[in-house]
């Protein structure tokens, strides 16, 4: 009995402490939305963010819906975690920039995410539109936006050597100001390299002025292996001192170079459109003025900034944007060949430091069996180049192709990571077999000499499985018996027979009749599809959408994303349209969700479906993906439509 109430005690504890885990962790969760401003005019713009912390198993994130406001920039997909006081925390968010449409007052409904199975929402908040301010609080607003490093004031005296670099002077020329504060830089770590060393070029924009800046050509890098590293969206400025002056300063472009071939390589300029706006001091007042009642206000530190000067909201100033075309100048990287004395026979193009390990999964096997060699080189350098290293197997196995897998870290400078090369062997006889060491030399600019690993040999045992080897055919000399000629004299008789007697008749006679049942039969048919149309599109829907991704198949191998994206989705919605009988005009993604759970479907199929068509939607709004994952996006919508079909049919 005490046994029994022991057991029952530490059962009880155990939920307990599991409830007060699951409710910490509950208290955790949060989904909220911010804004940067409740009150904006129709002229500015504001940010709101939309960020949910702690969730598990986040499935989807849709974007919302923005019907009075339009979206200047976004969505910009921030994610992390932090640790406050001991407590760690990990949050992803979704940031826009907007710009009302209308004036009054309007609602931005929350943003709806799926967590852990369960649909949350985050809070609404309300933006209240009033008309645009004035010339100059619009400008004023616009200007104290820019983020420049802090100037000193102007001097009571008006004197325009203190007045920040935004500010146009009598008689300065604008040319000659922009070139002195806008300019374009290339960073290169190396100049001097070998062939398939890596370089790193980082493009950087320089300004001490308000600009509005957009990049309108790119290098090509020809001659090159270009791999970028990924930059915060938006770009983070950073401050540095050029021949004494501060710059604020935008990394535009970094990338991993790896020369492709030997001689002067250039790296090909970077163009940037700038729209610059300079302030223009008209018919300034000379000597003093009286104490300003707001000097004290915008003396605060928070406010020192060269646009919340006290002139900026004077009747004196106006601003004028002027448009700057800027470009890098180009670099010239010579790139000298890899040695030829001393080059291994197993060299085949890696340059930087490496590491190999070579492994069979299995030792002892039937002939019905496969092995696989798993070859994986990782370390330093241009992984991303590296070719299979060769393998020599015994006449008693049968080679293929290599699988190749890559693991490189994201934005890991110099490029470090891994691949794997998997060779699938078939033995073809029974017996000891030894398969002979893999070999893989690399060149090491470092020490400016070749290296070579070597992996031991592998002793592999192979009995005879069920399946017989067939010997071959011998087609020699005296193998093969030809049957006899018969050279003897025919004799030939003509046959006489009646049209009427022959197949032909008959045939011709049902000619007529087999022609008017066939008609008969397509008539009817043709009724039956007309009669039956919502039926037969039911039954078909599987085949349709699956057509459609063919199409969209066609867009992934010719490289539109967009287009690719846009089929993709198309034939998503409308299988499920017409698989679930819910019109076009009325599909939801609750509405689905509603229909898939009466039919008892939910799961991993009704997850993988909406992440599915999330991705699809994310991917329209942000283009530029790459193959891999778009060919990723193809294979998961298959095995949707494929698994759904089934399910539904069950």
């Known amino acids: ?217 790119v290098p090509a890098f020809k001659g090159f292996s270009a791999k970028d590293i990924e930059l915060p969206n938006p770009p983070q400025a950073t401050e540095e001192r050029v021949n004494g002056l501060l710059y604020k300063v935008f990394t535009i472009r970094k990338t991993l170079l790896f020369p492709l071939q030997s001689g002067n390589l250039e790296l090909d300029p970077v163009e940037v459109d700038n729209q610059v706006r300079l302030i223009k001091l008209e018919n300034r007042r000379g000597g003093g003025r009286g104490r300003d009642p707001f000097d004290d206000f915008f003396n605060d530190p928070a406010f020192k900034d060269p646009f919340f000067d006290d002139f900026f909201n004077r009747p004196e100033v106006s601003y004028e944007d002027v448009p700057y075309k800027i470009q890098s100048n180009p670099i010239t990287i010579h790139v000298k060949p890899v040695p030829v004395d001393d080059r291994p026979a197993s060299y085949n193009g890696a340059v930087g430091s490496f590491s190999m390990t070579a492994e069979v999964d299995k030792k002892h096997l039937t002939t019905d069996e496969a092995l696989t060699l798993k070859v994986t080189i990782s370390g330093r350098g241009n992984v991303n180049l590296l070719n299979s290293p060769k393998v020599d197997v015994p006449t008693g196995f049968e080679k293929f192709d290599p699988k190749v897998t890559d693991n490189i870290e994201k934005n890991s400078n110099p490029l470090t990571g891994s691949r794997t090369f998997e060779y699938v062997l078939m033995p073809k006889e029974a017996g000891d077999h030894t398969i002979p060491a893999v070999e893989f030399s690399y060149f090491d600019p ?66 007529p009749v087999l022609i008017i049942v066939g008609l008969i039969f397509y008539k009817r048919r043709k009724e039956y599809k007309t009669t039956n149309a919502a039926m037969l599109k039911h039954r078909y829907a599987n085949k349709v959408a699956l057509k459609r991704l063919e199409l969209a198949a066609r867009y992934l191998k010719e490289g539109k994303d967009k287009a690719f994206y846009e089929e993709t989705s198309r034939a998503v919605w409308g299988y499920l349209s017409t698989k679930l009988k819910i019109p076009m005009s009325d599909l939801s993604k609750q509405l689905v969700s509603d229909k898939l759970g009466q039919r008892s479907i939910n799961g991993s199929n009704t997850k993988d479906l909406f992440e599915l068509i999330d991705n699809c939607e994310v991917a329209l709004y942000a283009p530029g993906q790459d193959n891999r994952r778009m060919q990723g996006t193809y294979e998961q919508a298959v095995n949707i439509i494929t698994n759904l079909e089934g399910a539904l049919k069950n």
């Not at 402490?17 to 002229?43: E, K």
């Not at 018996?481 to 007697?501: A, C, M, P, Q, Y």
């Open 446 to 511: 470092a020490s400016n000499a070749y290296k070579t690993i070597r992996s031991e040999d592998f002793n592999i045992h192979i009995e005879q499985g069920k399946q017989v080897k067939q010997e071959k055919q011998d087609y020699g000399v005296n193998k093969n018996e030809l049957v006899k000629n018969d050279t003897g004299i025919l004799n030939w008789t003509r046959n006489h027979s009646w049209f009427i007697l022959s197949p032909w008749f008959y045939i011709l006679l049902l000619l």
């Open 1 to 217: 009995m005490m046994y029994r109430f022991c057991i029952r005690k530490c059962v009880y504890s155990i939920l307990f402490c599991l409830g007060f885990v699951a409710t910490a962790v509950a208290q955790d969760f949060r989904f909220t939305t911010t804004v940067s401003s409740n009150s904006v005019t129709m002229d500015e713009t504001f940010q709101i963010q939309f960020m949910l912390e702690n969730g598990v198993n986040i499935s989807s994130f849709p974007i919302p819906v923005f019907k009075d406001f339009e979206v200047v920039q976004g969505p910009s997909q921030m994610q992390g975690q932090s640790i406050f006081n001991g407590k760690r925390s990990e949050y992803i968010a979704l940031s826009f920039l907007l710009q009302p449409k209308h004036v009054g007052s309007f609602t931005i409904p929350g943003a709806q995410a799926r967590v852990n199975g369960n649909m949350v929402k985050s809070n609404p908040v309300l933006i209240e539109v009033r008309k645009g301010a004035s010339p100059q609080a619009q400008q004023q607003s616009s200007s104290s936006s820019s983020g420049y490093p802090q100037r000193g004031r102007q001097s009571a005296g008006g004197g325009e050597s203190e007045l920040p670099e935004g500010v146009l002077k009598k008689g300065e020329n604008i040319t000659e100001k922009l070139r002195k504060n806008i300019f374009l830089k290339v960073d290169v770590d190396k100049t001097n390299l070998y062939e398939g060393e890596q370089l790193t070029a980082t493009y950087k924009l320089y300004t001490r002025l308000p600009t509005n800046s957009s990049v309108t050509k």
